[in-house]
């Protein structure tokens, strides 16, 4: 009751401001009045109602909002400046994000003019559980259960924030992966490979063909980490098909936007796997573990490459599996069954001394991994002896960070005409790692996202 007082204190604390107010709270019966569901779920409602506000055009004076969480519950009100709306429209747009809210029974939005009166619609609210009667009545005549109706309030409110929390998830790490592309194709100089001066060993793409493809295939790298929450199955060897299902779509899409080039065949592979396996992870962790997630990825690739390479019988064989019969070497699919070795144990130690992505921080990854990776785009073009050699240049060029020595890496490029592509991709991913471990903290998983569950 004390904590009610309080609250009529705030409202007309806030009233004297001359302004009209906005209230946000939570209708939750019987006690306690909040908990950690309650406090999320207002939380994501206060950020919906704010924008909602600031899209009409109506500020917010945050400088004097209160928010709070006492007795009486979780609690947000501040005075607004709504232009030139009058205070019956004000107060429909309150009315409308009730009734347009998924769970908007549960959420009151109060409306004041500047005198402190509350501006009331007149319309009374249906009772949220059985949905056929108004609420006061309900609530008058006890209608139902309070332990029922508290613990399916509950309920809902979880599965809305768990929603919320995957969806802001996947948008974040569907950002992330783009960015790594970007930064990738633009690290420039880089040997043999398209940057932004240089088309390096490659006559039939440049630049902007990786942009065309970068932008064609990300449309798709949302729903690969949604389909990583979604996986239930306890044989992750059967999330292949479901990872091989959107990276067709993708690879379908790069190619319609490159006119037939490919540009990131491997890329949208590991990059497919790598982003279903973070959907998988976060699904029930609230931080990114590489050592989880390696085994997440080691799993889902377990015997890849006797599966798909040693037993193929393929009639149209890859490049990967030409690669393979002629050498040997696996190439992604041995990267991917290894856990990303390469990058988690080569590339990336050199991002992560960083606090900030720069030029020498992603040339030395680029280096280092090149340096061990039997990368079977230089294989394929140019067969296992000059592979060694380019690997010999890049560590010498690494351990001696020369201008010099960086220059004759992408001479030899230029001389053999190869393109260390899976290396790029391989770098890219680096980068990708790089940002989940480096923004995870506040940003990425703020404590709005952290999942109940868990
Ligand atoms: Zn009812």
Known sequence: MIAREQRALLKSKIAGTG??????????????????????????????????????LIEVLNREAIEKCDAAGDYFVAPVSAGNLGIVELKQICEDFEGGHPLGRYIDVDVYDEKGNCISSGKSKFCFYCKDKPAIECRREQAHDMVQLRSLMFSNMRDYCNRQRESLLSKQLAS????????????????????????????????????????????????????????????????????????????AAMFRATTNINTHKGLIFLMGL?????????SSLNHFDPEYFRSIVRDICRDIVKRELQDSKSSNPTHGLAVFQSSGFSGARGEAEGGLQTVFEIGLPYLLKENQLNDTALTQCFLAIASKNMDTNILYRGGQAVLITFQKLCKTALEDYTDSNFMKVA????????????????????????????????????????????
């Open 19 to 56: 302004y009209p107010c906005v209230s946000l709270s939570i209708n939750v019966p019987g006690y306690p009045k909040s908990n950690h569901a309650v406090t999320c779920f207002f939380k994501y409602c206060l950020q919906d109602l704010q924008y909602l506000l600031k899209s009409h």
């Open 411 to 454: 001479e030899f490029c230029k001389n053999e005409n190869i393109s260390p592509g899976g290396s790029a991709d391989l770098l890219a991913l680096s980068i990708f790692f790089w940002s989940v471990m480096k923004c995870e903290s506040p940003f990425f998983i703020s404590s709005l996202i952290q999942s109940y569950d868990i």
């Open 274 to 282: 790598t982003l279903f396996s973070c959907g998988k992870l976060y």
């Open 176 to 251: 992330l992966a783009m960015k790594a592309l970007l930064y990738e194709i633009s690290l420039t100089p880089k040997p043999g490979l398209v940057d932004r001066l240089s088309n390096g060993s490659h006559a039939d793409m440049n630049f902007l063909t990786f942009a065309d493809s970068s932008a064609a295939i990300s449309f798709y790298f949302e729903e690969l980490v949604q389909a990583g929450f979604a996986f239930q199955d306890e044989k992750y060897i059967r999330a292949l098909p479901i990872i091989r299902n959107i990276g067709l779509r993708m690879e």
